[in-house]
Nanobody, 115 residues
Framework: VQLQAFGGGLVQAGGSLRLSCAAS????????MGWNRQAPGKQRELVAS???????NYADFVKGRFTISRDNAKNTVYLQMNSLSPEDTAVYFC??????????WGQGTLVTVSS
């Protein structure tokens, strides 16, 4: 399984970005997909996740601003990010998890929010 994330960039505070993560292989539709982020000098943290059935989970700091979704036909998971603030500046990683065997990370995409 390979994960390729893209869509990061530079945006002003209050703006929006949409991240995408495309997965190879055939287990995507069965997997839990997640977005995590790591800011400079900080630990990686969960942003949002979505199950194979579409149930979502969000970190408190993004509730109401970010939306995770998936398209199983395209093997792709998305993260729509609205009302961005400088505190959202980080490298964003997608993650694929299936049972206790499969656990893959993408290469990360940098999001920079200017004030």
């Amino acid at each position: 399984v390979q994960l390729q994330a893209f869509g990061g960039g530079l945006v002003q505070a209050g703006g929006s970005l949409r991240l995408s993560c495309a997965a190879s292989g055939s287990i995507f539709r069965f997997a839990v997909m997640g977005w995590n982020r790591q800011a400079p000098g900080k630990q990686r943290e969960l942003v949002a996740s979505i199950t194979s059935g579409g149930s979502t989970n969000y970190a408190d700091f993004v509730k109401g601003r970010f939306t995770i979704s998936r398209d199983n036909a395209k093997n792709t998971v998305y993260l729509q990010m609205n009302s961005l603030s400088p505190e959202d500046t980080a490298v964003y990683f997608c993650r694929l998890q299936f049972s206790s065997i499969y656990d893959y990370w993408g290469q990360g995409t940098l999001v920079t929010v200017s004030s």
